[in-house]
Structure formats: C-alpha cells, structure tokens
C-alpha cells in the first residue's frame, strides 16, 4: 500500500526558505496529482499547491508566489520550498496523493511535519 | 477562489445520534466536493468524494448530498469513533479551498 513520509527541517529561520519532501513508497508518483497541504497550531487546513507527476503545477495565490513545488519521478518524491518564511507559516505540513479526474479526493496522507519558523 | 462555508463551527452530540454538518459553496461547484475526517494530531482521511460517493473502506453510516452550492455530510449513528473534526474540500477548481471544519464533541 502506498505511504508518504514527509521530511525536512522542524526549524527554520525568519526570511529564510522552508524546504520539505515528500517520499513516495509502495507505489509510483506517476499518474497521479501530489498535494502539499498546511495546517497552523489550532486552526484549519489551507491548501498551499500541487504538482502533476508530469510537473503541471498550481499554487494558492494566497501565499504571494513564495511557493515552488517539483517532483523527481526518478526517486518517486516531490517537494516544497517557501521562500521568505515568517511566523505565519508555522504549521504542520501534509503531503497527499490525489486521485484526480473523475474521482479527485485524496486518498492518501503523509503523517504531517511540524515546522516552526523562529530565530 | 471558491470560498466554502461550513456550519456549525462546532456540534456537541451523543453517540447514536444522527448528525448533519453543511458546507456552501461561493459558486457552482456541480457535485466537485470531499468530505474529510481529522483526529487530534493525525492527518484527514477522505470520507466522501464528488459529493456523494462513499470511500472505500468508510462505514455506510456515513454518507454525502448535494450538489451546486449547498451540500451536507451526514452521520446517521455517531459511533464513539466518529468525535472528530470535519471538514469539506472543493476539487471544482484552483486553488482548492476548505471549509472552516466542524468539530463533533461529547454531550
């Protein structure tokens, strides 16, 4: 059965640029949508973009174009970097798999990564 | 962006209790809505998908309605399980956007 397992840096410093990845085991990245997903202590889920396993990609305009999300099909991962970082982007961050067309849902979570961005 | 609305912010019921949470859409969605359940300290897990279809592996107390703006999710007997928070997800377009989630509690 297909996992994700996201991993990256717990701590990251103001104005500097949050990098996370997302390893896919179980199964291939290709055909499918990828998803990166946050969600601030206390509060509810925001989007923040995704990749087609091709390199499609579409982000939250919300986060200014800080945002850049790729994938390496050759060792089944992709990633998130969020340039600029500020307090406002502490959070936990998921990674997802998505089905997409006709039955878009996603079926599959990576178990969250709580990054915090302090000096 | 779509904006989605989701009520109530919060619920307090008892197990057997049957529970309805509601989202609206900002715009026509057609039937491009999920449903998501989230415990404390996991990740959501997909309960419903466009709008209506229920998960594999998802118990059949658990089910999806609507389509357009205005959809419901329904639990028809609250199992202790299911204390929980919901939210819904729009997939009609980008970016995709949440409701604000509901939180099911003890009563």
């Known amino acids: 059965q297909v996992q994700l397992q996201e991993s990256g840096p717990g701590l990251v410093k103001p104005s500097e640029t949050l990098s996370l990845t997302c390893s896919v085991s179980g199964g291939s990245i290709s055909g499918y949508y990828w998803h990166w997903i946050r969600q601030p202590p206390g509060q509810g889920l925001e989007w923040i973009g995704h990749?087609?396993?091709?390199?499609?990609?579409n982000y939250n305009p919300s986060l200014g174009g800080r945002v850049t999300i790729s994938v390496d099909t050759s060792k089944n991962q992709f990633s998130l970097k969020l340039r600029s970082a500020t307090a406002a982007d502490t959070a936990v961050y998921y990674c997802a798999r998505d089905r997409g067309y006709p039955d878009y849902a996603m079926d599959v979570w990576g178990q969250g990564t709580t990054v915090t961005v302090s000096s | 962006a779509v904006q989605m609305t989701q009520s109530p912010s919060s619920l307090s019921a008892s197990v057997g209790d049957r529970v309805t949470i509601t989202c609206r859409a900002s715009q026509d969605i057609r039937n491009a809505l999920g449903w998501y359940q989230q415990k404390p300290g996991k990740a959501p897990k997909v309960l419903i998908y466009?709008?209506?279809r229920l998960e594999s592996g998802v118990p059949s107390r658990f089910s999806g309605g609507g389509s357009g703006r205005d959809f419901t999710l329904t639990i028809s007997r609250l199992q202790p399980d299911d204390f929980a928070t919901y939210y819904c997800?729009?997939?009609?377009?980008?970016?995709?956007?949440f409701g604000q989630g509901t939180k099911v509690e003890v009563k």
């Open positions: 466009a709008a209506s």
């Open positions: 997800l729009q997939d009609y377009n980008f970016p995709r956007t």
């Open positions: 990749i087609y396993y091709s390199g499609t990609t």
